[in-house]
């Protein structure tokens, strides 16, 4: 490529001969055309045949590059619409199993709140029969302090009645007993009844009794 | 025209050797969207939970059933350890029998019972295991505190009821030698002993008194309750009829 010439560049013209020395004469006018004629025609064919031989190359690979991009595009589309195929599919199987857990979810929230509503029940009536239990055994224990009472009393009435009948006897042969001992008799006879009577009254209070 | 050669060469050797896709962003885990976060750790106090989802400030806290002096009265209560729980000293004075029963219902047998001096408190020793036993705070309760109240009101249903520390002053039953935490916290005849909360479910006093219209209660503070329990001396036995 360096033997190459610009466009504009003059051709080579024959030196002048230096003086002195015998020239030939120049050729005569109609002669045959000289050689440095021909070379001015031949010079710009070879320039176009290497420009159609390099245009030529260009073109094959350009042609060989368009091939191979449309060959790795070609097979790029292929693989990525096998991807979003594969994607797609499992796109709508993971909306599949949200939908079905969203379900259970809300079955599940469903579940627990009933849960709670019957744990809540359960702690109550729990708490209600341990009151009534509590309260139950209150009143067995005030129950058995009532029996208490009531056995205390009875014993104390029994002494009342006996000491009574005692006095009576006493008193329907008066001369035989010393009045101060029957006076003393009658007195001890006489707290018993009230120590009974007041047991009585005490019971009825607990009772309810008025 | 050396260039566009270049490009053309580069260009289809770019094309035959760059044949693979480039990297697709990962897929979610399916997995994942079933997955459950770990459920939180409960704290203590409060607000845990035992198998039949009652709290613990309701577990621990028992009925106390004093019967003697010739009548049966009833109180509250709350354990402090396996065996030992703490209620007020009129609610076992005079006690020929001291019956305990838990939130649901369980019955306890009763070891001993003894009181302090100083406070109108007492502790109640039991055979049986009882169900749980408090968390007691760190310091006595600030004017201003949330307080929580659990018992047993008119020997009836368990029941809790929320307040406010108005203050402290002295004690108007001269029950107790330091000063005592009035409260805003609904109390009744039967809630003394019961156990006074913190927001964390931690014991900060012991309810005594109650006003006439139950709008105000009267506790022990904290305080004195840690002095008696670290006394190891005044298991005395039952203080008399009142």
Redesign the interface.
């Known amino acids: 490529m360096s033997g190459w010439q610009p466009h504009d560049s003059e051709p080579e013209r024959p030196t002048p001969p230096p003086a002195g020395v015998p020239t030939a004469a120049p050729p005569a006018p109609g002669g045959s055309p000289s050689h440095t004629g021909n070379n001015e025609h031949r010079l710009p064919r070879q320039r176009r045949r290497r420009w159609l031989g ?1 245009g030529v ?2 073109l094959g ?2 042609l ?2 368009s091939a ?2 449309a ?2 595009l070609w ?2 589309t292929d ?2 619409m096998a ?1 979003s195929d594969r ?1 797609e599919t ?1 796109a709508t ?2 909306a599949t ?2 939908d079905d ?1 969203a379900g259970d979810l809300d079955q599940a929230q469903r579940d627990l709140a009933a849960t709670e509503q019957q ?1 809540r029940e ?2 109550d009536r ?6 009534e ?3 139950t ?2 009143e067995r ?2 129950a058995r ?1 009532v029996a208490g009472n009531v056995a205390g009393v009875a014993n104390q009435l029994e002494v009342c009645v006996r000491g009574q009948d005692q006095l009576i006897t006493a008193l329907e042969d008066v001369e035989a007993y010393d009045p101060a001992s029957v006076s003393a008799f009658a007195r001890e006879v006489s707290d018993a009844c009230t120590q009974a009577l007041e047991g009585s009254e005490e019971i009825k209070r607990q009772l309810g009794i008025e | 025209m050396r260039l566009v050669l270049a490009a053309a060469v580069a260009l289809a050797g770019a094309a035959v050797g760059c044949g693979e896709l480039p990297d697709l962003p990962p897929m979610p885990d399916p997995v994942a969207i079933g997955q459950t976060t770990a459920a939180p750790t409960p704290t203590p106090g409060a607000t845990t939970l035992s198998p039949d989802g009652f709290r613990t400030t309701e577990r621990v806290a028992v009925r106390v059933r004093n019967v003697g002096c010739g009548g049966v009265s009833t109180g509250s209560g709350f354990a402090v350890s396996e065996d030992v729980l703490v209620t007020n000293r009129h609610v076992v004075a005079g006690a020929d029998t001291l019956q305990v029963s838990t939130y649901d219902g369980q019955d306890l047998l009763v070891e001993t019972a003894g009181s302090a001096v100083v406070a109108d408190l007492a502790i109640v020793r039991t055979r049986s295991a009882l169900p749980a036993a408090v968390t007691l705070a760190d310091a006595d309760p600030e004017v201003g505190d949330t307080v929580e109240v659990v018992g047993y009101p008119g020997g009836g249903r368990l029941t809790s009821s929320t307040g406010t520390v108005l203050g402290y002053d002295e004690d108007p039953l001269n029950a107790n030698a330091g000063q005592i935490v009035v409260t805003d916290a609904r109390a009744e005849p039967g809630s003394s002993g019961s156990p006074m909360y913190d927001e964390q479910g931690r014991v900060v006093g012991v309810v005594y008194a109650a006003t006439e219209d139950a709008t105000q209660s009267l506790a022990v503070p904290l305080s004195t309750l840690r002095a008696l329990l670290d006394d190891t001396s005044f298991d005395d036995g039952v203080p008399p009829c009142e």
Do not use: G, N
């Not at chain 1, 729990?126 to 009151?131: E, G, K, Q």
């Open positions: 390099t190359a260009v690979l350009a060989l590059a191979a991009l060959t790795y097979q790029t693989e990525w991807e994607l499992v199987e993971l199993e949200r857990l744990l359960a702690q729990i708490t209600a029969l341990a009151s239990k509590a309260q055994a209150d224990e005030v302090q």
